[in-house]
Structures are given as structure tokens and as C-alpha cells.
């Protein structure tokens, strides 16, 4: 089974920065996407962005040009740097993994690391 642990989730001021990681345990696919999603209380939980195994990244455009997503395929992890962080970046952050399987989506998902924006 796969397993996904998160960390790096912080407090941090706006204009900040941090590092999420995900390292994914298991029998991912070899052809598995990594990517992240977030959410904040009362709210749905978004896209944000994502990376294939072959290193071909998209971002939410809320995030573009701030954050970046990269991956270490060898140690099944994925990474996003996070810049310049604003009021509205609050919120859990979750890790994915996902692939397809005859043309239908199959994805594991993290627990969750805490992001919080705060002066």
C-alpha cells in the first residue's frame, strides 16, 4: 500500500517562505504523478499544483510564479517551495500522488501539513 508523509507546514509572516516535502512509501507507479493540494477552513480543497514523472509541472494560477514543485523520482518524493506567502495561502496542505489505470484516475493521499500565514 502507498503511503504518503508530509512535513515542513509552519508558521510563517507574509512575504515568507518554506519548503513542503512528501515522501511516498510503497508500490507507487512507476508513471505516477506528484502534486499538492490545499484547504482552508470552510473551504473546498484546491488544486495546486502538480508534476508528472517526467517532469512536466502545472500550477494553480493563484500560485504561479511564487511557488515551485519539483521531484526526486529515485526517492519517491516531491517538494514545493513556497515564496512570498500571503494571507490566503493559510491553510492544510496535502500531498498526491496519482496515475492512471485504463484511463481512470486511481491517487493516495497525505494526511496534511499545516500552513499559516500570520503578522
Known amino acids: 500500500q502507498v503511503q504518503l508523509a508530509e512535513s515542513g507546514g509552519g508558521l510563517v509572516q507574509p512575504g515568507g517562505s518554506l519548503r513542503l516535502s512528501c515522501r511516498a512509501s510503497?508500490?507507487?507507479?512507476?508513471?505516477?504523478?506528484m502534486g499538492w493540494y490545499r484547504q482552508a477552513p470552510g473551504k473546498q480543497r484546491d488544486f495546486v499544483a502538480s508534476?508528472?514523472?517526467?517532469?512536466?509541472?502545472y500550477y494553480a494560477d493563484s500560485v504561479k510564479g511564487r511557488f515551485t514543485i519539483s521531484r526526486d523520482n529515485a526517492a519517491n518524493t516531491v517538494w514545493l517551495q513556497i515564496n512570498s506567502l500571503k494571507y490566503e495561502d493559510t491553510a492544510v496542505y496535502y500531498c498526491?500522488?496519482?496515475?492512471?489505470?485504463?484511463?481512470?484516475?486511481?491517487?493516495?493521499w497525505g494526511q496534511g501539513t499545516q500552513v499559516t500565514v500570520s503578522s
Open positions: 498526491n500522488t496519482f496515475w492512471f489505470l485504463y484511463g481512470q484516475r486511481r491517487e493516495y
Open positions: 508534476i508528472t514523472s517526467s517532469g512536466n509541472t
Open positions: 510503497g508500490s507507487i507507479s512507476s508513471i505516477a504523478a
